[in-house]
C-alpha cells in the first residue's frame, strides 16, 4: 500500500503514472545474445568472455538475472575486468523447472557451482555479487580458488532489514511456492517493494521527465530488476526460512559439503566491498573480514551506476595483486 503522504500528492502520482507508461511504452533494443556457454553442470553453464591472463569467475545471485554485472557496453564490471588483464567467465545459473525443486542454496554450491569451477585450467580468483558472493564464500572453504572478492554479499541475517514483513510475504507465499516447485521473481519483488515504496514512486516521476540517454540507461537497469528466472523451491525455502529468519550463516550453522563455512577462515585471500548505503544488502550484514572496503553507493550503483569506479579501480587493484602473488 502507498504511504498516505504519497497518496494525498496527486500530482506527484500524476507524474509517477506519466513514467511508468514511458517505460512500458518506451521501445527495446535488441536482445543482446549471450556469451558463449563452454561448460555446463545441469541448468547451470559457465559464459566465455574471453581476455588473457589469470582465470575470474563472476557469480551472481540466484535472484534477477546475471547479467547486472555485463548490463550495457558502459557498464560491463566483466568486460572492464577482462580489459585489466584476466581471463574472465560469468556463471549462468539457468532457469530451474519444477524437477529442480530439491536443489536448494546449499546444493547449488556443492552441485553446480564447484563441479564448474572444476572444470577451469587452474583454481580461479572469484567475484560473488549479493547472494552469489555468499555463495563465493561457500565454494571457496571446499574447493580450490585463488582468492575471493564479494560484493554487497550479505552474511549476519539477524541483521537484514524487515524481517518480520518479509517472513510474512514468505508465510502467504510458500503454499502457491511449494504446489509449484518454483519460486517466482513477483514474490521477491513484493519483498523489494517493501523496502523502500516511496523510492519506486519517485523514480518513475525522474522518469517522466528524464532525457533520452537516461531514459535508455533507466530501460536496461529496470527491465533487469523486472526480469529473472524463478528459483526453485528449496532455494527459496533456504533462503527466506535458513538464512533470513534462522541467520544460519552468521550463527555458524551453515554446512556446505558436509563443512561448515567461516568466510573469516577462509585459506586464500579474501575482501569484501560493502555499501554503507545499500537498502537490500545493509553494510551491518557483512561477514566482517580483515580486509573490508566499505562505499557510499547502493546496492546496484556500486556495480553499474556513475559511482561504479569507486568499486572497480579497488577490485581491479586486488585482483592484480592477488595473481602477482
Known sequence: MLRSETAAEPERMARALAGLRRYQQAPRPRPVRPMPARFRKGRARLRDYGGEGPVVVFVPSLINPPRVLDLTAETSLIRWVRAQGFRCWLLDWGEPRPADRA??????????????????????????????????WAAAAIAPVAG????????????????????????????????LGLVPMEVF?????????????AKYEALAEAD????????????????????????????FEGLIAADRTGRGEWRVGGRGIDPRALSCPAVEFVSLSDRIVPAASAAGLADRRDLRAGHVGMVTGRERMALWEPLGEWLKSVARG
Not at 162 to 168: G, H, K, M, P, T
Not at 189 to 201: K, V
Request: negative net charge.
Open 148 to 179: 575471493v572478492a564479494t560484493i554487497a554479499a550479505p552474511w549476519h541475517f539477524a541483521d537484514y532489514p524487515e524481517r518480520e514483513a518479509i517472513a510474512e510475504l514468505w508465510r502467504a507465499a510458500q503454499p502457491a511456492c511449494d504446489a
Open 212 to 239: 533520452d540517454a537516461a531514459v535508455a540507461s533507466f530501460l536496461a537497469l529496470e527491465d533487469w530488476a523486472n526480469g529473472g528466472a524463478p528459483l526453485t523451491y528449496a532455494a527459496g525455502a533456504e533462503l
Open 103 to 136: 536443489l536448494d542454496v546449499t546444493r547449488h554450491v556443492a552441485e553446480r557451482l564447484v563441479p564448474l569451477l572444476a572444470k577451469l585450467p587452474e583454481p580461479p580468483l572469484l567475484v560473488g555479487y549479493c547472494l552469489g558472493g555468499t555463495m563465493a
Open 189 to 201: 519483488q513484493a519483498g523489494f517493494w517493501r523496502l523502500d515504496p516511496g523510492r519506486t514512486i
